[in-house]
DNA sequence: TATTGTTATACTCTATAACTATA
DNA sequence: TATAGTTATAGAGTATAACAATA
């Protein structure tokens, strides 16, 4: 496929830089309101949903396995998460949120409402617009 | 404004945490071509626009400035920038790229092509409406 | 043998505070 | 006194390599 350089392109590519850099800003502000860093935030949102696997979340934050252990124990050693033993294969362990875990990822994921407020000027029409300009966008390349 | 939290909302937000998430990505993985991490990529970037003090550098990053005397330190061992002091006030120190640095940087920029290329897929037409959208999403809260 | 998680190590980025040299 | 840049320090994330326990 051939790489556009024109002037509209390029707009576009600006943007969407921007919108990229205000995202992390915003994030890393909303998990610092809770005293979290954007990995251990990222980490907590992602055992909320359910308990994983070391490796997984190492997968899943696209880093290496030795990173987690030392994320885990920052979020263990303040009550949010623990490791469990996975009966299926000892070699594994479960991190799992904690009840007072599940209430700190609900709460940011409060604070990142910010997320959804730049939308709120847009209709709903335009709003499908964007996501199916979105989806096309990374199809192509996903 | 009211935050919206229908289905049609969040599925764009996690588009855009697709687009961020892969934005970052590819970016780091282009300064990791040239062996640059991804704040020495943005600072080099800076500079082959137009020389910039110390300071000036911290806050286009976001960041202490103290942080950039170790970020210019790398690159000035590495010949891809040098400081030069401010002939009107001797206080302030001038980075900018070294012709060895231009050239990382012109590089750089053609490995950032990914950001264009997920944009081929769409018409002229539909990169205008994407780019209104944009604009408009992030005037609400810029 | 292969895999899971950990440890040890080194590097980078980050914020804070104290320092220097200029202004 | 105020500002620009630096240094010192500490904490966090990252990759690499080596290791113990388990498969």
Redesign the pocket.
């Known amino acids: 496929m051939a790489t556009r350089n024109d002037a509209l392109t390029c707009e576009v590519v600006d943007l969407i830089a921007t919108v990229v850099a205000r995202y992390h800003e915003e994030y890393e502000e909303a998990a610092g309101k809770h005293s ?5 935030a990222k ?1 907590l949102a992602l055992l909320a949903r359910e308990p ?7 997968q899943q ?14 979020l263990e050693s303040r009550g949010l998460v623990e ?1 469990h033993p ?1 009966p ?8 799992a949120v904690t009840p007072e875990g599940r209430v700190t990822a609900a709460r940011l994921r409060q604070s990142l409402d910010f997320a959804r407020e730049p939308l709120g000027s847009l209709s709903a029409e335009e709003r499908g617009t964007l996501r199916d300009l979105l989806r096309r966008m990374l199809g192509e390349t996903g």
Chains 1, 2 share one sequence.
Not at 88 to 95: G, M, S
Request: charge should be positive.
């Open positions: 979290l860093t954007g990995a251990q980490v994983l696997p070391m490796r997984r979340i190492a934050l696209k880093c290496e396995p030795s990173n987690i252990t030392g994320i885990i124990d920052r490791r996975d299926d294969d000892r070699r594994v362990k479960l991190a």
